[in-house]
Nanobody, 127 residues
Framework: QVQLVESGGGLVQAGGSLRLSCAGS????????MAWFRQGPAAEREFVAA????????SYADSVKGRFAISRDNANNTAYLQMNNLKPGDTAVYYC????????????????????WGQGTQVTVSS
């Protein structure tokens, strides 16, 4: 089991950058695939990015490809989402999620496939 805590959200102008962090508890963090989802105002939760247990494979939603980068530091039990060239449409609560997936290269985009979730961090992009 892993517990997740996000940080790094805030208010930024369009074109700016933010880096979100997701700190995981437990010694087995490296056995989990990690993902970021977001839920904007009056919108459904949507997939943003995911990374395998080793960090060797990543996956992105088309809407953020080329602007966002997911990474992880297993030694420090932390996953990151670097967000560049932010747009007002990126305004949302961002959640990190984890699924036990040691040695797997499978990166699902459905939230139901992730068993563990953080509490979320608000990102607001002003125009």
């Amino acid at each position: 089991q892993v517990q997740l805590v996000e940080s790094g959200g805030g208010l930024v102008q369009a074109g700016g950058s933010l880096r979100l962090s997701c700190a995981g508890s437990g010694r087995t963090f490296s056995g989990y695939a990690m993902a970021w989802f977001r839920q904007g105002p009056a919108a459904e939760r949507e997939f943003v990015a995911a990374i395998t247990w080793s960090g060797g494979i990543t996956s992105y939603a088309d809407s953020v490809k080329g602007r966002f980068a997911i990474s992880r530091d297993n030694a420090n039990n932390t996953a990151y989402l670097q967000m560049n060239n932010l747009k007002p449409g990126d305004t949302a609560v961002y959640y990190c999620a984890a699924r036990l997936a040691y040695l797997s290269s499978y990166l699902p985009r459905a939230g139901a496939e992730y068993a563990y979730w953080g509490q979320g961090t608000q990102v607001t992009v002003s125009s």
